[in-house]
C-alpha cells in the first residue's frame, strides 16, 4: 500500500478502506509513516470528513493498538465519566466519591492538565493523593472501597497517543471523527461497561457550538453501540468557569464545599446530572429515583465520607491544603450585566501565574488561581469585586483580566445543561 495515495484519496474526498486506515496508523505508529505524511491526511479529514464507517474503523483500529484494561474482576457494572474539557471543571473530584457512596463501582482513569484546561490528577496531587497504583491494587481498592482514581495505566490506546500530539500542532483537533475517535478509543481501552460523556460546548471549550455538539454525541454514541458499550452524553455550557473556583487547591476546596452539600449552584446541578445517570445506568434503575439517592447521599453526608475514605486510601490529606497568601481583589471598572466571559482566557492566565503548566515539564503551583464572584447574568456595580487572584510568585496585568469580561445593560439568561443524548 502506498501512504501518498491514502492521502490523494482523502483529498479527493473518497471514503478510505478499512485497510487503508489500518496502513496509516499502524504506519505511524511504527515510524513507516512520517509526520509530514500523517499532517497531510489529517488535514485531508478535517477538510473532507470520515464517514460513520471510517470512523468506526479509526477507532477500533487505535483501540488495537495498545493494551487493554481488563476490570471483569470488579464487582457489579463499572460506569465510567468523561469529561471533554473545561476551565473551573473539577467535577470528577465530586462525583466520583458521591456515585462510589451509591454504592456503584468508580474505577476512575483521569488525565492531567492540557492547554488551559486543569486536570483531575493535578488536583488529587494537590492533597498529596498518589495516582499511580498497580492494577492489582487498583481493583483490590475498588472492590474494597468502590472507589479508586488514578492516571493512565498501561500502554493505553498508543496510537491516539500519537496522533493527538500531530494534531495539537498541525491545527488538525476540530475533526469530529477524528475527536470522536479519539475519545472512544481510550474510554473503550479503559474497561468500563458503561460510559457519561460531560460534553462541554461554549467559548472555554473545544466544542464552540450546540450542532458540532450534538453530532459529536451522536457518533460517541453510535460508536459505543458499535462496541456493545451504552453511552450517554450531557452536553454543558461552557461559556463560563464551572463554578467559582479555578486552580488546583481552590478547585479542591470547592469540589468539598459541595461534597458538603453546599458550594455554586452550577457545579451541584452538573454533578448530580451526571452523578444519577451513572447510578442509574449501573443499577438499571429509573433516572428519579437514582437521583433521589444521589441526593440523599450528599445531604447526608454519605459522598463526603466516600471522599475521604478515597483520599485516605490513596495516601492523601485534606487538612492542610494550602493556597497562595498573595490574594488581590480585582474589582470593576463598570457598572451593568455580566454578559460574557472569555472562559478559555481565563483558564490561560490561571496557566500563566502557574496553575498549569507552560512546557510539558513544568512543575505546577497548586496554590494559584482564581475565584469568581460575578457570573454570567450577575449585576456588579462600578469598583465591586469581579474576582479574587491568588499569586505567588507571577503577576498578571488588571487589564488582561478585565479583558475576560463583558458587561453590559442587558442581563443574560443561562442555562447549564443543553442536552441530554441517549441511545
Ligand atoms: N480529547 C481527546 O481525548 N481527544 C480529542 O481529539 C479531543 C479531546
Given at each position: 500500500m502506498d501512504i501518498i495515495k491514502i492521502i490523494e484519496n482523502k483529498k479527493n474526498g473518497l471514503e478510505l478502506t478499512t485497510e487503508e486506515i489500518k496502513y496509516a496508523v499502524d504506519g505511524y505508529l511504527n515510524g513507516e509513516v512520517k509526520d509530514y505524511q500523517m499532517s497531510a491526511l489529517l488535514m485531508a479529514i478535517v477538510i473532507n470528513n470520515m464517514s460513520k464507517r471510517e470512523t468506526f474503523d479509526l477507532t477500533k483500529i487505535m483501540l488495537d493498538s495498545g493494551d487493554k484494561i481488563d476490570l471483569s474482576s470488579i464487582d457489579g457494572v463499572v460506569v465510567d465519566k468523561h469529561s471533554t474539557g473545561g476551565v473551573g471543571d473539577k467535577t470528577t473530584l465530586i462525583l466520583a466519591s458521591l456515585v462510589a457512596s451509591c454504592g456503584v463501582s468508580v474505577a476512575k482513569m483521569s488525565g492531567r492538565g492540557l492547554g488551559y484546561t486543569g486536570g483531575t490528577i493535578d488536583k488529587l496531587e494537590s492533597i498529596g493523593v498518589k495516582t499511580e497504583m498497580t492494577l492489582d491494587d487498583f481493583i483490590k481498592q475498588v472492590n474494597d472501597i468502590k472507589i479508586a482514581v488514578v492516571g493512565q495505566m498501561g500502554n493505553l490506546v498508543p496510537a491516539d497517543k500519537k496522533i493527538y500530539a500531530l494534531r495539537d500542532v498541525t491545527a488538525t483537533v476540530e475533526s469530529i471523527p477524528l475527536i470522536a475517535s479519539s475519545i472512544m478509543s481510550k474510554k473503550l481501552a479503559s474497561g468500563a461497561d458503561k460510559i457519561v460523556i460531560?460534553?462541554?460546548?461554549?467559548?472555554?471549550?473545544?466544542?464552540?457550538?450546540?450542532?458540532?455538539a450534538k453530532e459529536l454525541a451522536s457518533l460517541m454514541i453510535e460508536i459505543g453501540k458499535d462496541n456493545d458499550k451504552e453511552v450517554v452524553c450531557i452536553v454543558s455550557d461552557m461559556n463560563q468557569p464551572l463554578g467559582n473556583a479555578i486552580g488546583n487547591s481552590l478547585e479542591v476546596i470547592e469540589s468539598i464545599e459541595v461534597l458538603k452539600n453546599k458550594g455554586p449552584k452550577d457545579v451541584?446541578?452538573?454533578?448530580?446530572?451526571?452523578a444519577s445517570h451513572m447510578v442509574s445506568m449501573a443499577k438499571n434503575i429509573e433516572l428519579e429515583e437514582a437521583k433521589k439517592e444521589v441526593i440523599y447521599n450528599l445531604k447526608n453526608n454519605l459522598a463526603y465520607e466516600k471522599f475521604l475514605s478515597f483520599v485516605k486510601?490513596?495516601?492523601?490529606?485534606?487538612?492542610?491544603?494550602?493556597?497562595?497568601?498573595k490574594v488581590f481583589s480585582i474589582k470593576s471598572i463598570k457598572e451593568g450585566y455580566i454578559t460574557k466571559i472569555n472562559t478559555s482566557k481565563l483558564g490561560e492566565i490561571v496557566k500563566l501565574i502557574g496553575?498549569?503548566?507552560?512546557?510539558?515539564?513544568?512543575?505546577?503551583?497548586?496554590?494559584?488561581?482564581?475565584?469568581?464572584?460575578?457570573k454570567i447574568g450577575d449585576y456588579v456595580k462600578k469598583d465591586e469585586e469581579l474576582l479574587k487572584i491568588y499569586l505567588e510568585d507571577k503577576d498578571m496585568s488588571i487589564k488582561e483580566i478585565?479583558?475576560?469580561?463583558?458587561?453590559?445593560?442587558?442581563?443574560?439568561?443561562?442555562?447549564?445543561?443543553?442536552?441530554?443524548?441517549?441511545?
Open positions: 460531560d460534553l462541554k460546548v461554549g467559548n472555554g471549550a473545544l466544542i464552540k457550538n450546540i450542532k458540532d451541584r446541578e452538573l454533578v448530580i446530572s451526571l486510601a490513596q495516601g492523601g490529606n485534606i487538612d492542610n491544603i494550602e493556597v497562595a497568601r496553575g498549569g503548566r507552560v512546557n510539558k515539564e513544568d512543575k505546577i503551583n497548586y496554590k494559584v488561581g482564581i475565584v469568581l464572584n460575578k478585565l479583558n475576560c469580561f463583558e458587561i453590559g445593560s442587558k442581563k443574560i439568561e443561562t442555562k447549564l445543561i443543553k442536552e441530554i443524548i441517549c441511545q
